[in-house]
């Protein structure tokens, strides 16, 4: 079928809140779910440190399974990378550039640092395949010929395999040997994170990508599916096609009645 109107956030993750309020809907109305059986919660700063999911944290419910609405292109997710943060930063000494034995560099101690950052061997492992690395911000100096003083990088490693700890001390030994005038901080670290797929009918998929899933805190069953595909969010160009939205609702429809199916433990 046609398109659905395009727009930033169709994909990431419009769709799925909107096929699953729709597959809820549908299952009340038949009578196959009944009140208590099922919540719709959605939440806000997935992308910003998950404020949203840390506030449902404090509230203090459980689930025996929770089905997460991401762009799968409609395959149902295995599990996905983990990820790691961190800033280099570089201290130099400003001065004329026409004179550079009276300062020092800060760029160019980055450089080193970033240099190295290249030839880390990261873990990977069989499922989640390798582990990569991006740089995704530099900044430093104020004018072509002054010598900048001070120069930072931002960037992350999708996290396929070891742990997040190992990580760091790789990132940290290589930075460090490099320039031992560099600083290495770091933020969030989450390892690789499986999710259940023991539902039928489903092609499955692990995805490169990171959600909220490991910042929910409970016992309960993961389940991770939605339209759309990644590689279209975040762009102008971000749309979802009607057929990808009504087979969605037909997806979630067979993970409720699934989930329910099980045996309870509350």
Partial sequence: MGILNPGRGTVDAKGSVAAQIIAV??????????????????????ETGGPGMGNVNDLGLSWESVIFGEPTELKLARGHKGG????IKANGKAGHSGYPETGSNAI???VRGLAALQKIELPGSKEFGNSTLNVGRIEGGVAGNVIPASAYATGGVRVAGGTPEGIRDLI????????????VEFSYGIGPVPTDYDVDGF?????????DIP???????RYLYGPGSILEAHSAHEHLKVSDLEQAVEGYKKLISHALDQPSDL
């Fill in 172 to 183: 940290r030994q290589a930075v460090e040997e490099s320039d031992p005038s560099l600083a």
């Fill in 215 to 221: 910042r929910l805190k409970g016992s309960h069953k």
């Fill in 25 to 46: 809907q549908e299952l009340f109305d038949k009578k196959e779910v009944s009140e208590g059986d099922v919540a719709l919660l959605f939440v806000v700063g997935e």
């Fill in 108 to 110: 160019d101690s980055l």
């Fill in 203 to 211: 092609e499955t998929v692990v995805l490169n990508y990171g959600t």
């Fill in 84 to 87: 790691l943060g961190f800033t």
